[in-house]
């Protein structure tokens, strides 16, 4: 790369100058050296060491349909020639964002029809708890505001989404608006004693339910939810626990919010996480996947009963965006569309889910660093434990993971280190000969981590 002058740019100088980076400890990045990436092909990026890494996790969750593809480029500059932008806001549209709008309600559960646009996912979710508002507002049931999520819930950086999410760091920086609550999280793994799994979603399920009883169902406006929690480690629900919120929410009406950020467009192996779980929102946020991350766009899914109150009954709704509905956005999403549904994308994470756990457990079930391995379709987690047996977990929680991630990285593979849950999430166009690379790298590392750790270790 060169700069004006034609030198060669020291892009790590540079970024530290200037550049503030999301979720960093910015004393430690400027210690050390950030990591410049310059191209992505496939699964794979490229840093300006001249490094090939593995993407285990999609970017952020969000490269489903695989890095440097052609379509959504053509799509992006086709739309860019003819009409790179123009608002929604003043009784106008334009045509990729009505047509991307009728084919999500088309692949949206049934009842949901209505799509409202915005740019990332937390303005996603910020628009879902917003409506969830005036919705209550409108029918006459002001008081109804409270918002339950779960620990370990993430929903977002703005400061509604830090504050319905269940990160407490967030919520000290900030993140800690009034009517926010969160209960205990589905996590069998690490909450669920003696229990099965089955008896732990129903007693987890019973805690939302019993904080609705403590707040009084007058009081609550909705409870929001990941079908599995992402960024909380791949925590994935035991099956009964989301047919018990369906039921919890519906009979103490309070909207049902699913948190498609992440599980939304294939990553599961069904098109949503609520199809997988058989979860019945009222209002689904999705992102990330939508476009495969190659420009940013997000949107609500509402259902007939939620949309129709802001159709109908409230009149002007005093919310959006300057990109809502953003044609380029749209285009590229459509295009996106066409590459999931063309390429069986969904089924693909079905199928190459499966390969990849069951290589996970041939080479992890007796390592002796690691207490669980789980996922579905395209996204999982492995815990790494002190003790398998009891599952306890290591002291100073997240020490490990993060040792564990810099052998990843260093030996080629990016996994990411919730807490000690190494989680991965790779493109769903992963292939064979790509799975078997992750998997042996993934070993080394973990390997080389638990040489550094053994000593911690219970045999
Ligand atoms: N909700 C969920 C479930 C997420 O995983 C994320 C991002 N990881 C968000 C919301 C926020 O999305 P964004 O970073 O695009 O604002």
Redesign the pocket.
């Known amino acids: 790369m060169l700069d004006k002058a034609g030198d060669a740019v020291n892009w790590q100088s540079v970024d530290n100058a200037h550049h503030l980076h999301p979720f960093t400890d910015h004393k430690a990045l400027h210690e050390g050296r950030v990591r410049v990436i310059t191209e992505g092909d496939g699964v794979f990026l490229k840093d300006s060491d001249g490094n090939r890494i593995l993407d285990g996790m999609a970017g ?2 969000c490269v489903n349909a695989g890095y440097s593809r052609p379509e959504l480029v053509q799509a992006a500059a086709a739309q860019m020639t003819k009409l790179p932008y123009y608002n929604t806001f003043f009784k106008t549209t334009n045509p990729p964002a009505a047509a991307l709008a009728q084919r999500l309600a088309k692949l949206a559960p049934e009842g949901i029809n209505h799509v409202f646009f915005a740019c ?6 910020d628009t879902a708890l917003r409506t969830a508002r005036v919705y209550w507002q409108t029918l006459g049931k002001p008081e109804k505001k409270f918002v339950i999520g779960r620990e370990y819930g ?5 400061t509604l ?1 830090a504050s319905a999410g269940g990160m407490v760091d967030m919520h000290r920086q900030a993140g800690d608006m009034p009517n926010f609550v969160q209960v205990m999280p589905p996590y069998w793994y690490g909450y669920g004693g003696q229990m099965s799994p089955a008896e732990f979603g129903i007693y987890a399920a019973k805690q939302v339910e019993d904080k609705i009883k403590e707040l009084g169902a007058d009081n609550v406006a909705a409870f929001i939810g ?1 079908p599995l929690q ?2 909380g480690g791949v925590i994935i629900p035991p099956e009964t626990y989301w047919p018990e919120i369906n039921r919890i929410c519906k009979e103490h009406d309070i909207l049902l919010i699913a ?5 939304g467009f294939g990553r599961t192996g069904k098109m949503f996480g609520s199809d997988y779980f058989g979860i019945k929102p009222d209002m689904m ?1 999705v ?2 996947g939508i476009t495969s991350g190659y420009i ?1 766009l ?1 949107a609500v899914l509402m259902h007939d009963r939620v949309a129709n109150v802001l159709i109908n009954q409230t009149g002007e709704y005093y919310h959006g965006f300057t990109y809502s509905g953003h044609p380029v956005a749209c285009a590229v999403a459509l295009k996106n569309l066409d590459i999931i549904e063309g390429e069986g994308l969904v089924e693909r994470s079905v199928v190459m889910g499966e390969v990849l756990r069951q290589k996970f457990h041939e080479v992890f079930d007796d390592h002796p660093l690691v207490g669980d391995v789980r996922g579905i379709g395209l996204i999982g987690g492995i815990e790494l434990s002190a003790d398998k047996r009891t599952r306890r977990f290591f002291e100073k929680n997240g020490r490990v993971g993060q040792m564990c991630r810099d052998f990843c990285i260093n030996n080629g593979l990016i996994m990411r280190a919730v807490r000690d849950t190494m989680v991965f999430a790779p493109p769903l166009i992963i292939s064979h000969e790509e799975i078997d690379l992750m998997v042996a790298l993934a070993k080394k590392s973990f390997d080389q981590t638990y040489e550094k750790v053994k000593h911690e270790v219970a045999l």
């Open positions: 952020l969750w990332s996912g937390s303005e996603a979710v993430y929903h977002g950086s703005t989404g990941e992402g960024s948190d498609e950020v992440i599980c946020t992102a990330k940013p997000s």
